[in-house]
């Protein structure tokens, strides 16, 4: 508060659910798809001060959306 004394605060417990759905081989051998939800339910993600700085919870990453495309290239051994 405005005389320097600490005011104690509770920060709500969150769970957080992520989903990531894999395709091995999809249209050739060795082609994979990955696509993926962080923070389903949008809570958003804080970063508690675990000191006296003045300031409320860092905000910190929301839902994200990912999409990944890999493909392994096999060598043949001679």
Not at 60 to 69: D, K
């Amino acid at each position: 508060d405005t005389n320097g004394e600490l005011i104690l605060t509770t920060i709500d417990p969150k769970v957080y659910f992520n989903l990531n759905l894999q395709s091995q081989d999809l249209l050739a051998k060795g082609l994979d798809l990955s696509i993926g939800v962080n923070d389903i339910f949008n809570q958003g993600q804080q970063f508690i001060q675990p000191y006296n700085s003045g300031h409320a919870p860092l905000p910190g990453v929301a839902r994200e959306f990912t999409i990944r495309l890999n493909y392994a290239l096999a060598f043949k051994e001679k």
